[in-house]
């Protein structure tokens, strides 16, 4: 069997939670982006972007997100605000993948939405193949339209993924799947 093929039919993600430093160089993250912009991609419009955070910016944002959940749930707990502080800076680095499809071009917009889908996924595979483990989360301020504001995505853009990437502090169990034979069918007339 091949290390892909073993790859995908082993592969897990780790909790952000599980996620220590070190994280992946500058070079290795170049790396794994141009691995992750390597994507089925109809008519080659790249409907997609990447948004960094410098150590700062993580910060701040982790604020952001407090701010906002203290004012949708203006009665919780410290603890669990302070949970919402450390989203974006619990992992050692997060990567938000941006759908950002063309709405003039002549491509569907779900099309150009699972474009943005493998993105996500071909990074967690890219953070794996250097080393690193990773989790895909979207969470609660990935829909929250103040927050997106405050992120600058434009009016027809959406979070596809927060990509939680680092070293993995503890090896995951594995997870039940499908069967395939709940999820496979012949077609028929
Ligand atoms: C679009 C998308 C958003 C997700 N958002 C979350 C999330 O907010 N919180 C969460 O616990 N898991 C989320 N997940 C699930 C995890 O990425 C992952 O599937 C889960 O931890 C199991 O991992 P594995 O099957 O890759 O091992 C999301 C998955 C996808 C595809």
């Given at each position: 069997m091949?290390?892909?093929?073993?790859?995908?039919?082993t592969?897990?993600?780790?909790?952000?939670?599980?996620?220590?430093?070190?994280?992946p160089?500058?070079?290795?993250?170049?790396?794994?982006?141009?691995?992750?912009?390597?994507?089925p991609?109809?008519?080659?419009?790249?409907?997609?972007?990447?948004?960094?955070?410098d150590?700062?910016g993580?910060?701040?944002?982790?604020?952001v997100?407090?701010?906002?959940?203290?004012?949708?749930?203006?009665r919780?707990?410290?603890?669990r605000?302070?949970?919402?502080?450390?989203?974006?800076?619990?992992a050692?680095?997060?990567?938000?993948?941006?759908?950002?499809?063309?709405?003039?071009?002549?491509?569907?917009?779900?099309?150009?939405?699972?474009?943005?889908?493998?993105v996500?996924?071909?990074?967690?595979?890219a953070?794996?193949?250097?080393?690193f483990?990773?989790?895909?989360?979207?969470?609660?301020?990935?829909?929250?339209?103040?927050?997106l504001?405050v992120?600058?995505?434009g009016?027809?853009?959406?979070?596809?993924?927060?990509?939680?990437?680092?070293t993995?502090?503890?090896t995951?169990?594995?997870?039940?799947?499908?069967?395939?034979?709940?999820?496979?069918?012949?077609?028929?007339?």
């Open positions: 091949s290390e892909l093929l073993d790859h995908l039919l592969r897990r993600s780790v909790q952000a939670a599980f996620l220590e430093a070190p994280a160089s500058e070079a290795e993250v170049e790396v794994m982006l141009t691995a992750a912009a390597r994507v991609d109809h008519k080659k419009l790249a409907p997609w972007r990447f948004l960094r955070f150590a700062a993580a910060k701040r944002l982790g604020d997100v407090a701010e906002r959940w203290l004012e949708i749930e203006p919780s707990k410290d603890e605000v302070e949970v919402e502080r450390a989203r974006f800076t619990r050692p680095l997060v990567i938000a993948v941006v759908s950002s499809p063309n709405l003039a071009a002549p491509v569907p917009v779900w099309e150009q939405v699972l474009s943005a889908g493998a996500c996924m071909n990074l967690v595979h953070a794996h193949g250097s080393g483990a990773a989790q895909w989360l979207t969470e609660w301020y990935a829909f929250d339209a103040p927050f504001k992120l600058g995505l009016p027809d853009e959406q979070i596809a993924g927060f990509i939680h990437i680092g993995a502090a503890a995951p169990a594995d997870r039940d799947r499908p069967n395939l034979s709940d999820i496979v069918s012949y077609w028929q007339e």
